[in-house]
């Protein structure tokens, strides 16, 4: 049997790590080339001329523009705003969590980090949402397989799809033109019904997109969407018996495994976008391991700020 590239890549090492983001001032290098790549630009003014004061032991060196003497920080505006915790600390976050493929716990971050639980836990829920938006707009085209799944167990009492305390969701896979895996798309939805697929197909799937899934009735609102439908009833079968569904089932799988493994449970109403969002990142961006970290890091300092109160505020989903 030939070895999986995929797999079996080497990515990044942890001392290959270390040369490049072991020093804060390496990581405010990396960062100040990311945030400013054709050289400084005021957030303000948009001005290209700036001297930089220097740090203090409460606060890190500031940048401050000639024209409208506005002060602003490598951190300012970036998914780092307002931390305190070293450059270095932060990017070992980026590396851990991105090269996590079968997921990493806070309780296991915080070991690592050197931080406290609430630290590692907000550290790695802004990890998570940079992940979640980067991939948020990307939509699949092709040939996709989809299923339904649900984050969450039962309540006493409660079973099947009729209980409360489980969030529903829908699991995509677009394919090459060999048949194997491409991209993946994992997202919460409101229910299991027409509007709400038609919703999810329109946001998620490019027009003209072949999908194919089991007989639940909803899965042909994707033709609302301007995408062909086809289905296999699926009875009593079980996903091995199932070859024509086999890599939504597998990456359907690997998440169980992950959820199961590294996260135990979690708040899966308020945060089930922001776990499945990484999923995602992680599993579409498997083809570069090493690049995956940096590609982390700059969509970090792209992106805006997310408070704390953002974060456990979470996104229920609505219809």
Partial sequence: MPINRVQFQSGMSMSEFTERYGSEEQCASVMEKMRWPAGFRCPRCGGSQSYRLAATASHRSLMQCTACRHQTSLTSGTVLDSSKLPLRTWFLGFYLVSQAKTGLSSLALMRQLGVSYRTAWLLQQKIRSVMTQADDDHRLCGEVQVDDAYLGGERPGVGGRGSSNKVPFVAAVSLTEQGHPLYAKMSPVSGFTREALKKWALASLVP?????????????????????????????????????????????????????????????????????????????????????????ISDAVTFGPRPERVIRRGAEVHA
């Fill in 208 to 296: 003209g997109t072949n999908v194919l899934s089991d007989g639940l009735a909803c899965f042909s609102a994707v033709v609302d969407a301007d995408c062909a439908h086809s289905y296999i009833v699926v009875g009593q079968r079980k996903p091995r018996d199932l070859p024509q569904l086999k890599w939504v089932n597998t990456v359907l799988a690997n998440l169980k495994t992950l959820i199961k493994g590294a996260h135990k449970s979690f708040k899966f109403g308020k945060y089930a976008a922001l776990y499945l969002g990484a999923f995602n990142y992680r599993f579409n961006h498997r083809f570069d391991l090493a690049k995956l970290v940096t590609d982390v």
